[in-house]
Structure formats: structure tokens, C-alpha cells
């Protein structure tokens, strides 16, 4: 399923589920709404564009208000941030579902690291927030450090921590595990962004699967 299609059918699904109702909304209505508007918009800003897509244009997609968007999201800046926000939690769930299954060895946790980020930077709609957000950067420079923040520094974090865990437990000592963390994750997006947005998903996990072992043959650097 492409792009297109898984969001046509988030859309409808989320339109479908939100019911106007009489009285005072609960917190599960409240949710539902916002899960509407927001994967509303962000069908439509992949599929026209972010000037091209209107704010009432939004409302009526997603079947609410003006007055209830706007008493959510104050401007299209607001709203397309918040489709930022909701898509790198909804890939960050999505990439994670297995992560129960790993064991402690670092090597292992590194690998699941570098194929997660491969597999993400080969999404259709990974590629799309992404290019969104890279023509509006000189508009609204604060859409590209909310996906810094959110996506990358999130990442980062991950590894941070398993490299830590993994010394502690090794009784070996860590110069900088923050750079080693950045290592990883700018060697596959360093990949991506030299091969192209198309880059295919096989590549990408090979490469970064490759940036693995050399940061392991230097693990005495860490």
C-alpha cells in the first residue's frame, strides 16, 4: 500500500470514528477529534502541499468546526507541526513493536538500531513529512527543529542509553557515547541524503549495517 492509500484510509477511518455528540465531550471523544484533525491535515499537506491546503479546508475534511480547530491549533503553522509531532510518535510505536524481543548484547541492539533507521528513511510517508518540512525551513525554521528534537534526538537517546547499559554491565568505560549515537545515525541518513530520497531500503540497511561494524571494530574509542 502506498502512501497515498494508507492516507486515504487513515483519514477515513478517523472521520468515520468521529461522531458529533450533544453535552460535554469525554476525554476519548476529545482524543478522537484530534486524532481526526490531525490525520486529516496530514493527508492532505503530502497530498497538495502546505499552501496549498486551507484551514477551513481542514475542518470540513475532518468534519468539525473552524471554531473547534482553531480552539486546538491557532494557525496552519500550529497544525502542520502537530502533524509532525503525531507522525514521528506514530513511526517511532510502529519501529519499536519489537524491541521487547531484543537481548542485552550491544551488537545486537546496534544492528536493530541501524535497521530501523534504514527502513524509516525508506517509508513513502517518512520521505514526504520530510521533504515538507525541508521547503519550509526557511519560513518556519521551528518545523525542522521540532523534527530534530522529536525524531532525532529520540534515536540518539535510544542508543545513548543502550551504550551506557552496555559498558556498565562490561565494566568498561565510555568516552563519548553521544558521538558514537550520532555516528550511527548521520552514517545512514549521510547515506540517504548522497544516494537520493528514492534510495531503496535494502541499500540502506546494508550501508548502515556496515557503519555498525566499523563503530564496533572501535568499540575501545566509545
Known amino acids: 500500500m502506498n502512501v ?20 460535554r465531550p469525554t476525554v476519548e471523544q476529545v482524543n478522537s477529534i484530534d486524532r481526526s484533525i490531525v490525520d486529516t491535515a496530514r493527508f492532505m499537506f503530502i497530498a497538495d502541499g502546505f499552501d496549498a491546503v486551507g484551514m477551513k ?60 533507521i534504514a527502513t524509516s528513511l525508506a517509508r513513502p510517508d517518512v520521505l514526504a513529512v520530510q521533504r515538507l518540512v525541508l521547503s519550509l525551513k ?15 534526538d529520540y534515536i540518539v537517546g535510544l542508543i545513548v542509553r543502550d551504550l551506557r547499559d552496555a559498558s556498565a554491565r562490561d565494566g568498561r568505560t ?33 550501508y548502515g549495517q556496515r557503519v555498525v561494524d566499523l563503530i564496533l571494530c572501535g568499540r575501545d574509542a566509545w
Open 4 to 23: 497515498m492509500n494508507q492516507s486515504r484510509s487513515t483519514v477515513a477511518g478517523a472521520s468515520a470514528g468521529h461522531r458529533p455528540k450533544r453535552g
Open 57 to 116: 479546508q481542514v475542518a470540513e475534511r475532518a468534519k468539525v468546526s473552524k471554531g473547534t480547530l482553531y480552539a486546538r491549533y491557532a494557525s496552519k503553522e500550529a497544525l502542520f507541526t502537530a502533524v509532525i509531532e503525531r507522525s514521528i510518535e506514530d513511526w517511532s510505536r510502529e519501529s519499536g513493536q519489537n524491541d521487547a524481543l531484543l537481548t542485552d548484547d550491544i551488537e545486537q541492539r546496534l544492528r536493530h538500531h541501524a535497521a530501523t
Open 138 to 152: 526557511d519560513r518556519f525554521p521551528g518545523l525542522a527543529e521540532v523534527m530534530r528534537s522529536k525524531g532525532y
Open 174 to 206: 565510555l568516552r563519548d557515547p553521544v558521538a558514537v549515537a550520532r555516528l550511527l545515525v548521520a552514517g545512514i541518513t549521510g547515506a540517504q541524503m548522497q544516494e537520493g530520497p528514492g534510495t531503496d531500503e535494502e541499500t540502506l540497511r546494508d
